[in-house]
């Protein structure tokens, strides 16, 4: 067998130069790929090096933070909740392939106002819809989305995962004749687990949701109808662990995210 | 067979599936001989065996075969290789444990074996593989759709230790949904192998 030459140091970055940039952040850059021929599409998600951190706080940061969201998705994937796959883990180089979700943000589906949207969609030819109750392509009212928002939300929380940054942008709706979407129904897509940690805390999961209800109160006009939608759905899964987390949520919503006041 | 070209890591990887295979005993104690042959012989012998047998049995989807493929040509580029050749890192990446002889054992070539995936990862220069394949495994080269018949479902949730996830359960009365995500879950099992556990 012979592998050489090489032409390039590392083919991660080989790999990175050949693919599409879909959306930069502060911590990672998102591209679409394809990890050989004849291969689907795959996202890349991808840490570059940070050159304001000394370099092996930076090496040994990104390593975790990869580490830390591949062991979520895969966490996520055994306890049902519906989340992309992973395709590539380069973890000396921050990099991250994942399942390409074919579909839109629940963000851009709701229509945002004016704010500029955070991903780039695929699928240029099914607009989205600005005020109707039904999505062009993707025939959900507005209430079943909130359902199903709730509901994965609540099988994730149910599997003591708490993603960390729950957002409108960090969820998609999968296009049903999808080919990776063998169920052909609508299917809610959790992404975006860099943030993800887990913890059984009460407090934990009424963070999430509070966090959730800033994002819904800052995006979407007439918010508050959608978030208690998504609420209602998510106290139906939950069952008995719904009280606990209810009172929290109170609580913070008083008090805001932060529980200490140190700092 | 097909052909899968990997540019960022100027590799190509022949994949066949041969089902009805009649010498996989013969195959596995022909590995292991040419391993000790030594000299000019030795080395004919090794590079006549140069690929990596893989039990279809064990396989959910070409996905699951690519996705160890992808992770250890990334080993070999780094030098980060566990086991001695890019063909038995393939093997290894399939295995959730990192136990090397485990991994052989299970998802290698056996004695018992009927259906094989057959690899062989190149620089981009063409040799004529199909032959050599051919000239060493006696059975019939199927398409990959084939392997829809011949994943053992029951083993591929043992070895992957899915068989007490509680989801799973759930949906084992609905084989598409069930078969569908443990794909899913085993093909990001050998994708984030390095950073497991």
């Keep these: 067998m012979a592998l050489l030459p090489l032409p390039d140091p590392s083919p991660t970055a080989a790999l990175v130069r050949s693919s599409v940039l879909i959306s930069q952040g502060a911590e990672a850059k998102v591209y679409r790929t394809t990890l050989h021929t004849g291969g689907g599409p795959v996202l890349l998600k991808y840490r570059f090096s940070k050159q304001y951190r000394h370099a092996t706080l930076d090496a040994t940061l990104t390593r975790a933070r990869v580490a830390g969201e591949a062991r979520a998705l895969v966490r996520c994937l055994r306890c049902g909740v519906s989340v992309p796959g992973l395709r590539f883990v380069d973890v000396a180089n921050g990099a991250l392939g994942i399942e390409w979700v074919d579909g839109k943000s629940v963000r851009s589906l709701l229509g945002s106002g004016d704010e500029g949207e955070r991903y780039r969609e695929e699928d240029e030819d099914i607009a989205p819809a600005e005020d109707e109750d039904l999505f062009v392509g993707y025939k959900v009212p507005k209430d079943a989305l909130m359902v199903m928002v709730g509901t994965e939300i609540a099988k994730m929380h149910l599997a003591d995962i708490i993603h960390g940054d729950l957002t409108t942008s960090n969820m998609m709706l999968r296009h049903p004749s999808s080919t990776m979407n063998p169920l052909g129904v609508h299917q809610l897509v959790l992404i975006d687990f860099g943030l993800a940690y887990t913890s059984t805390l009460a407090e934990d999961k009424a963070v999430d949701l509070y966090v959730l209800e800033r994002a819904f109160a800052s995006t979407h006009p007439e918010s508050e109808p959608l978030f208690s939608s998504v609420l209602d759905a998510y106290k139906r899964k939950m069952g008995k662990e719904w009280p606990a987390i209810g009172r929290k949520l109170e609580d913070v919503r008083l008090r805001g995210r932060k529980r200490s006041m140190v700092g | ?197």
Excluded: C
């Design chain 2, 1 to 197: 067979m097909e052909s899968f070209a990997y540019p960022h890591f100027s590799s190509i990887a022949h994949v066949a599936l041969f089902d009805r295979v009649t010498n996989a005993g013969e195959i596995r104690a022909r590995i292991v001989r040419a391993s000790s042959l030594e000299g000019d012989e030795g080395d004919a012998e090794r590079e006549a065996v140069s690929f990596a047998f893989i039990d279809a049995r064990l396989v959910t989807s070409v996905l699951h075969i690519q996705t160890a493929i992808t992770q250890a040509l990334l080993a070999a580029a780094q030098n980060t290789l566990r086991t001695k050749t890019v063909h038995s890192e393939v093997i290894w990446a399939l295995n959730p444990s990192n136990n090397i002889t485990e991994a052989l054992r299970r998802y290698g070539v056996t004695d018992d074996s009927t259906a094989l995936f057959v690899i062989r990862i190149e620089s981009l220069a063409s040799i004529d593989v199909r032959s050599r394949m051919s000239a060493v495994v006696e059975g019939t080269l199927v398409p990959m759709s084939a392997l829809a018949g011949l994943t053992d479902w029951v083993a591929v949730k043992k070895y992957n230790k899915l068989g007490g996830d509680p989801y799973i359960k759930e949906i084992q009365n609905d084989p598409a949904h069930e078969h569908h995500l443990i794909d899913n879950i085993v093909v990001s099992f050998v994708a984030m192998k390095s950073v497991s556990g």
